[in-house]
């Protein structure tokens, strides 16, 4: 790291929440990501960081195609789970979504998602861990009107670290602070379940104990079991 230099100050940039697709011969794949940004209007082109160990690198770079499905702000993080902490070399990360094939060939996902547009690679910039791919926008459509999901609504309000100063934050209703009540942290993903909060996507009541949840309770982001989590100290 730099020495005069605040990693902090990253997290003061601003992003969305994004579905980027692509595809291989007939296989189809897709990750999440915030690095997305729209670069010219004529014609209309968009870019996109995508690591180089990801599958998805790897299918973009073949296919010289890519698509982008824009989050709603209410996608569920099995959603986002689903296409952020689990590799297509593992799993099929399409089971059980709602996508269509684009006209490029590529998928875009429908569930959840505001718009999506299509595009063809038209250059590749190599940076390093990353690969930044150029996209001419070859179509798209809004699919419904809503909020766009921002990166920092993912990260404070979804993950339930929500400062008290925000709107949106939920007292706890006890205030004592005892063994019961402790936060608990995914050691897959990284979510933090707060009791105090409990998990709605799950049906988990506010208040309850992370000892209280169900044995076959699973992370909302990555669907790891109860004993990946260990608490957060
Ligand atoms: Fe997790």
Not at 179 to 204: F, Q, R, S, W
Request: charged share 25%; glycine share 8%; aromatic share 10%.
């Amino acid at each position: 790291m730099v020495d005069n230099f605040n990693p902090k100050t990253l997290h003061k940039i601003s992003y969305g929440l994004y579905i980027i697709t692509s595809k291989q011969g007939k296989r189809i794949n897709g990750q999440t990501a915030n690095t997305l940004v729209q670069i010219s209007a004529d014609p209309v082109t968009i870019a996109v960081s995508i690591n180089k160990q990801n599958l998805t690198n790897e299918f973009i770079r073949q296919s010289k195609v890519f698509n982008v499905s824009i989050l709603a702000q209410e996608a569920p993080l099995s959603l986002i789970g689903q296409f952020g902490f689990k590799s297509g070399r593992d799993v099929d990360k399409f089971e059980a979504v709602e996508y269509k094939l684009g006209a490029n060939g590529a998928p875009y996902i429908i569930d959840s998602v505001l718009a999506y547009m299509e595009t063809e690679v038209i250059q590749e910039v190599d940076a390093g861990t990353h690969s930044i791919f150029i996209g001419k926008v070859t179509g798209g459509e809004v699919l419904k009107e809503g909020t766009p999901m921002t990166y920092a609504h993912y990260h404070q309000i979804k993950r339930g670290s929500v400062p008290k100063t925000a709107p949106s934050y939920t007292p706890p209703q006890k205030e004592r602070k005892d063994n019961t009540m402790d936060k608990y942290i995914c050691n897959v993903c990284g979510y933090v379940y707060d009791p105090a909060l409990g998990d709605p996507e799950n049906d988990i009541a506010p208040d309850t104990p992370f000892e209280k949840l169900p044995d076959d309770w699973v992370c909302p982001v990555c669907g790891a079991g109860k004993d990946e989590f260990e608490k957060e100290s």
